[in-house]
């Protein structure tokens, strides 16, 4: 048993429910500042001033609108399946805040007397504990979708049932090198063994893509498909209204925060400072320390806000091709690429420079022919474009029944009468 699991098993009864009110609380404030902040800088890029009303320089009107939205009447649809209506919103938002336990915040600190860490609990599968968390909250998106009794809720959960089946797979490819690293599924042990080194720069293929991954798995802009409105009216949440869109609201926003506090304890260091700040003893407390942690997290948060003000919304193809063509793919070389590194580095007598020449070699040789490589056409061959888009042949000739062919015929003898040169007869006879 490491020191933290010693400490975290030592916490009474008291602290235990004390950390657990703080966890919530965090969540709902850094949800409550995330959306105002949301609507700020995106009115900041598109210049106009944004929320400036209610509160000091507009900051409390999330909570207005989370107070609204509360005293909103609550409008079932008639063929919903009520039991199941019910439950989905809170199976979406749970999880949400149950993968927040396995966070490490910050060092060691004293509360009230008593030493412990700020962390509620260290698993020795932590890691697997958020991506099962991730993963059990889309059920409340399908259930939602499929019990509001509407078409195109339906539709919208499937997508987002798709969406996040694909992006968890990127997303945990990206995770296996940090664990090959750290040696443990721990994220304390994670954060610690970042001791002599962020795993940012040691890792930062799988960094690009644990970031891309993340911002899939959370239906966020520019993939944000399940909540498209130009195609699906107002996605999975549609038939949702009062406090059950606000736990729908709630979940994504607090999703958010939980990937982008992952991403600090996996790559980031955690709470730990930048070097040269980390040698100062003032950065070994565990205060501060929870301080650098939240600061890492709105760094990342902001990323998502500027991310939705600036690139457009993707085509679902062109987003399931980015999963399942690109960010897999380069998961798993770059986990062989580790895997081989390590072993020859194990092996008596490897030179590890000519091993890193081969395999550039390798992956440079492998990206070319990818690229290189042409989409199949899906349209005729008269027409220079190719996509993987579903779209019909250009030379696609409908049957007409016999009717409309004759009136068709009529019409166009008619236009040419009328339309034809007068006759030299007739220009005399005027």
Not at 176 to 193: F, K, M, N, Q
Not at 265 to 292: I, R, T
Request: charged content about 15%; aromatic content about 10%.
């Amino acid at each position: 048993m490491t020191h933290t699991q010693q400490l975290l098993a030592d916490d009474p009864l008291w602290l235990i429910i004390l950390k657990v009110v703080a966890l919530f609380a965090v969540g709902v404030v850094l949800t409550l500042v995330m959306i105002n902040a949301e609507r700020k800088v995106v009115g900041r890029m598109q210049q106009r001033p944004g929320p400036n009303r209610v509160g000091p320089n507009g900051w409390l009107q999330s909570l207005a609108d989370g107070l609204k939205l509360a005293f909103k009447e609550d409008i079932m649809p008639v063929l919903a399946d009520k039991p199941v209506y019910f439950i989905a919103p809170v199976i979406a938002t749970i999880p949400a805040f149950v993968a927040f336990s396995v966070i490490p915040f910050g060092g060691e600190v004293s509360i009230f007397g008593e030493p412990t860490v700020l962390q509620l609990v260290d698993l020795p599968v932590g890691v697997l504990v958020v991506l099962a968390c991730s993963s059990i909250g889309v059920y409340g998106i399908v259930l939602g979708g499929w019990a509001s009794g509407s078409p195109y809720p339906l539709l919208a959960a499937l997508r987002s049932a798709a969406q996040v089946i694909s992006y968890e797979i990127a997303l945990g490819l990206s995770i296996v090198a940090v664990i090959l690293y750290a040696g443990s599924l721990s994220t304390a042990d994670i954060v610690e063994a970042q001791q002599t080194g962020w795993y940012v720069w040691l890792l930062l293929p799988s960094f690009v893509v644990f970031v891309i991954a993340m911002v899939g798995e959370t239906n966020r802009a520019p993939f944000d498909l399940p909540e498209a409105e130009s195609e699906l009216v107002g996605g999975f949440h549609t038939e949702y209204s009062s406090l059950k869109f606000a736990l729908f609201f709630l979940a994504e926003y607090v999703n958010m925060v939980t990937v982008s506090a992952m991403a600090t304890a996996l790559f980031l260091g955690g709470g730990m400072a930048p070097w040269p700040l980390s040698n100062l003893d003032f950065f070994h407390n565990g205060w501060v320390q929870f301080a650098v942690f939240i600061a890492k997290v709105a760094i990342f948060l902001f990323v998502f806000i500027w991310l939705r003000g600036t690139l457009p919304r993707m085509r679902y193809d062109q987003f399931m091709r980015l999963g399942w063509k690109a960010l897999v793919p380069i998961s798993l070389l770059w986990i062989l690429t580790i895997f081989a590194i390590r072993t020859y580095r194990n092996s008596e007598g490897g030179d590890l420079s000519t091993l890193l020449v081969v395999l550039g070699i390798v992956l440079a040789v492998v990206l070319v022919v990818a690229f290189l490589v042409p989409d199949k056409p899906t349209r005729s061959a008269e027409v220079e474009f190719v996509s993987d888009y579903p779209v019909p042949p250009l030379d696609l000739e409908v049957p007409t029944p016999a009717r409309h062919r004759l009136r068709a015929s009529a019409s166009s003898t008619a236009s040419t009468v009328s339309t034809a040169a007068p006759s030299k007869s007739e220009i005399e006879n005027v």
